[in-house]
């Protein structure tokens, strides 16, 4: 196996580009948690349309379910928490792209660096 020989400032960059990886694969895994949670409360808005008004619904607090007051207020509560799981999927996706910029930087120090032409 050939090691290479790394000067400080590589070394470091290299450090940062660990540190990087590690941070991406987090924002990644956040990321799609939050999608997932996107699309099951769109699929219960889509539901929840099919239903008539009179129609008893159920919602779940904590570990029960308990009778909703009213469609339009489970409706609202939905439409609520899906913009809040938009605003923050889009934050996280800001995040992960400027993570995936600095990392694609360091990729190309180190292309440089070494030879690899140009990226």
Do not use: C, H, W
Not at 54 to 62: A, F, R
Not at 101 to 116: L, N, P, T
Request: charged share 40%; no cysteine; aromatic share 6%.
């Amino acid at each position: 196996m050939v090691e290479l020989k790394l000067s400080p400032y590589l070394e470091e960059k290299l450090k940062q580009a660990q540190k990087l990886q590690s941070e991406l694969e987090v924002i990644v895994a956040q990321r799609y948690q939050l999608e997932v949670n996107l699309r099951e409360v769109q699929k219960s808005l889509e539901e929840l349309e099919k239903i008539d008004e009179g129609t008893p619904i159920y919602k779940s607090v904590g570990t029960i379910l308990v009778k909703a007051k009213s469609k339009d207020e489970v409706k609202k509560e939905l439409e609520d928490k899906k913009e809040t799981l938009e605003i923050r999927i889009k934050a996280i996706q800001r995040q992960q792209e400027l993570l995936q910029k600095k990392y694609e930087e360091i990729q190309q120090e180190f292309s440089r660096a070494y030879g690899g032409g140009s990226s």
